[in-house]
């Protein structure tokens, strides 16, 4: 935005302040610990090999992850303290990291749409070409692309003293921002939405359109219906969290958009909004895969038998400790009252002996 119009904030702004940290808050504990859980079933499920549906996952899941972890938090404070004060390392890495991932998810999104596209309408000729190995390429090109496009956004934004405030704001000049924007919406939007568009259109015909009963009725073909339902909500939520966002962006430049508190309202919205989108995804996968529910089960139960376990372990000890103890001290009690009765040797040392007894905790 234009940072030489003046803005006047209400005096309320400072609870809207807390509102934004508390809701910022939420995406991040939620966003954490729903693609960690995601990222555990992944690992466990020990089909990472030969699934390569379970890798675009994975990739969207490190996307996601991190952008809740290095831009979620840093984001928060633009909006809930006066001025900047991380650095301009920050400064220009926590935008560009913002765009990467962004990047990085919509295309993945993408190779996923081709790959449900081809594993549904060509299951058998399409077996040499959905391999793990090509599929970790298209995912070394998904990285790659997304550096090439936002790589300028390391020099976009700059650490910058205006009016005695310490600021992150755009330093290129009008018409390189607008121009970057708008490639920004072409290449990191439009173009992979239209492909989305396509080939799930195609896909979605294709499963409901055939006429093969035998083939209908195959428990291979649910299987892929219900992962092709489980990508195409994934992709219609991004491309409905990230729309007001580019939407708001374009308004600043092709329409009428000044600055004042309502436009900084709707912008906070369209970022919290798109920042929402890396925390729905493992929702979806809870609610439409019945694999990934059962993997959540499985970590849970894994986790509360491992916290259970080491609660007996740290209990065991101390018990044979104080019962050996006890036994020890019982044992010195009665060589006690035994030793009364011995003789003392020529030597003059006294001959004590003791008994120990020893119990085993299970």
């Known amino acids: 935005m234009n ?11 400072k609870v809207e302040s807390i509102i934004i940290s508390v809701i910022f808050s939420i995406i991040f504990l939620v966003g954490t610990v729903g693609n960690c859980l995601v990222l555990a079933v992944l690992i466990r499920n020990g089909q990472m090999n030969t699934k390569t549906t379970n890798l675009f996952i994975l990739n969207l899941v490190l996307a996601d992850l991190c952008f809740i972890v290095f831009c979620v938090p840093l984001q928060a404070t633009i909006y809930t ?19 990467l991932t962004m990047y990085a998810s919509i295309f993945t999104l993408a190779a996923v749409s081709l790959d449900r596209y081809l594993a549904i309408r060509y299951p ?21 692309l997304s550096l090439f496009f936002s ?38 939007y439009l173009i992979p939405v239209l492909i989305l568009g396509i080939t799930y259109a195609r896909t979605i015909r294709y499963l409901w359109t055939s006429v093969d009963p035998m083939q209908d009725m195959s428990e291979s073909r649910k299987a892929k219906r219900k992962v ?55 929702i979806v996968y809870a609610l439409v895969s019945k694999h990934f529910r059962k993997g959540f089960r499985k970590v849970f139960d894994c986790a509360f ?58």
């Open 151 to 188: 790589s300028p956004y390391l020099s976009y934004y700059r650490q910058m003293d205006l009016d005695g405030a310490t600021l992150c704001i755009p330093a290129w000049n009008i018409q390189h921002r607008k121009a970057m924007d708008v490639c920004t919406f072409i290449f990191g």
């Open 305 to 362: 038998h491992n916290r259970v376990v080491n609660r007996v372990h740290a209990v065991q000890p101390a018990q044979t400790v104080s019962l050996v103890e006890a036994a020890s001290s019982e044992g010195s009690n009665q060589s006690e009252g035994s030793s009364r009765g011995r003789l003392w040797s020529k030597s003059g040392r006294k001959m004590m002996t003791s008994t120990f007894m020893t119990f085993n905790v299970t």
């Open 81 to 99: 303290m006066d001025e900047w004060v991380f650095g301009p390392f920050v400064c220009k890495a926590v935008h560009f990291i913002i765009y």
């Open 228 to 282: 092709t339902k489980m990508i195409i909500i994934v992709a219609v939520l991004f491309c409905i969290c990230w729309l007001p966002h580019h939407l708001v962006i374009l308004c600043m430049w092709f329409g009428y958009f000044p600055l004042n508190h309502t436009t900084y309202v709707l912008r906070i919205l369209s970022h919290l909004v798109a920042y929402t989108n890396s925390c729905l995804n493992p």
């Open 124 to 144: 058998l000729r399409s077996r040499e070409m959905r391999t793990p190995r090509n599929a970790l390429a298209s995912i070394s090109l998904v990285w790659a």
């Open 3 to 13: 940072t030489s119009q003046p803005v006047n904030f209400s005096a309320n702004w």
